[in-house]
């Protein structure tokens, strides 16, 4: 299986900051990379899929790109409603995997 | 509005068996893959199981193969898992989902949404 390593685990952040968040495939996955974002007691959400394309609905201010085998989501300009916890997930390969995610908290 | 709904979890010893239902709206449900994914306490998602538009192919995470089966009911517009032989260790919040790709149809692949709100199992003597 394709294994994910997201990093920081954790950052904290103000208000206005921008925000990077990367991960890393153990091989090449050529963009098969998507991000969610989760709010506790929540589902995980759909932000990016195809390492750039934002879904249907989602700010502007989130953003992904991709190089090589790194992935980073950027959250420009935090806003209160972003501090939650973020999901990488490949779909490569099966089975689809998900990175151990990167809870940003407020400063 | 595309929505799901999952059912079915609870409290279950360790060797017992559940079934959990997720019922779908607002979309093509039929033209879809679909998949469960759980989510331990503390711990990222991890996938589960998945099943084509019309159930003719499944998958399964190597560590509940043999254990659990998917199925899904199109005029129900409802998939379901089928869990067996539960550990301690499938302890978790499970969500449906469904598979999107691009260039067709995916159910060991693609992306997920939307997801159900989760249904809690929780496995414990």
């Known amino acids: 299986d394709i294994q994910l390593t997201q990093s920081p685990s954790s950052l904290t952040a103000s208000i206005g900051d921008r925000v990077i968040i990367t991960c890393r495939a153990s091989?090449?996955?050529?963009?098969?990379l998507h991000w969610y974002q989760q709010r506790p007691g929540q589902a995980p959400r759909l932000l990016i899929y195809?390492?750039?394309t934002l879904q249907r609905g989602v700010p502007s201010r989130f953003s992904g790109s991709a190089s090589g085998t790194d992935v980073t989501l950027t959250i420009n300009s935090l806003q209160p409603e972003d501090f939650a916890t973020y999901y990488c997930?490949?779909?490569?390969?099966?089975?689809?995997?998900f990175g151990g995610g990167t809870k940003v908290e407020i400063k | 509005e595309e929505h799901l709904k999952e059912s079915g979890g609870g409290v279950v010893r360790p060797g017992g068996s559940l079934r959990l239902s997720c019922v779908a709206s607002?979309?093509?449900?039929?033209?879809?893959?679909m998949s469960w994914v759980r989510q331990g306490p503390g711990k990222g998602p991890e996938w589960v199981s998945g099943?084509?538009?019309?159930?003719?192919?499944?998958g399964y995470a190597d560590s509940v193969k043999g254990r659990f089966t998917i199925s899904r009911d199109n005029a129900k517009n409802s998939i379901y898992l089928q869990m067996n032989s539960l550990r301690v260790e499938d302890t978790a919040v499970y969500y449906c989902?469904?598979?999107?790709?691009?260039?067709?149809?995916?159910?060991?692949?693609?992306?997920?949404?939307?997801w159900g709100p989760g249904t809690q199992v929780t496995v414990s003597s």
């Open positions: 989902a469904r598979n999107k790709c691009t260039g067709g149809t995916c159910f060991l692949s693609g992306w997920f949404d939307p």
């Open positions: 607002g979309f093509g449900f039929e033209d879809d893959g």
């Open positions: 099943i084509s538009w019309n159930g003719a192919s499944t």
């Open positions: 091989q090449v996955i050529n963009n098969f």
């Open positions: 195809a390492a750039s």
């Open positions: 997930q490949q779909s490569y390969t099966s089975p689809p995997t």
